[in-house]
Nanobody
Framework: QVQLVESGGGLVQAGGSLRLSCVAS????????MGWYRQGTGKQREFVAQ??????TNYAESVKGRFTISRDNTNTVNLQMNSLKPEDTAVYYC????????WGQGTQVTVSS
């Protein structure tokens, strides 16, 4: 079983930057990929970015060129968010794929116009 804890959310003006981090614990060597999803108020949760254990990355079209996902080591994944827009406002959830999907508790990102 994998446990995930996110950090780094907050309030930022449009055009600003934030960096989210997620630390995994538990059965970390079973993780095949880690990533980020987000859910805005009244919206469905949507995919943001993912990085595999081999380092391959994948991004949602809406964040390509602005967000960068990276891994520090086996159990930490980061999301560097630049040129933030008000529509990026959401709760951001860390995700890990192993024998099952695991989720963090979420961290709020608010971008003011």
């Amino acid at each position: 079983q994998v446990q995930l804890v996110e950090s780094g959310g907050g309030l930022v003006q449009a055009g600003g930057s934030l960096r989210l981090s997620c630390v995994a614990s538990g059965s970390i060597f079973s993780i095949n990929a880690m990533g980020w999803y987000r859910q805005g108020t009244g919206k469905q949760r949507e995919f943001v970015a993912q990085i595999t254990s081999g380092g391959r990355t994948n991004y949602a079209e809406s964040v390509k060129g602005r967000f960068t996902i990276s891994r520090d080591n086996t159990n930490t994944v980061n999301l560097q968010m630049n040129s933030l827009k008000p529509e990026d406002t959401a709760v951001y959830y860390c995700n890990a794929v192993s024998t099952r999907y695991s989720w963090g508790q979420g961290t709020q990102v608010t971008v003011s116009s």
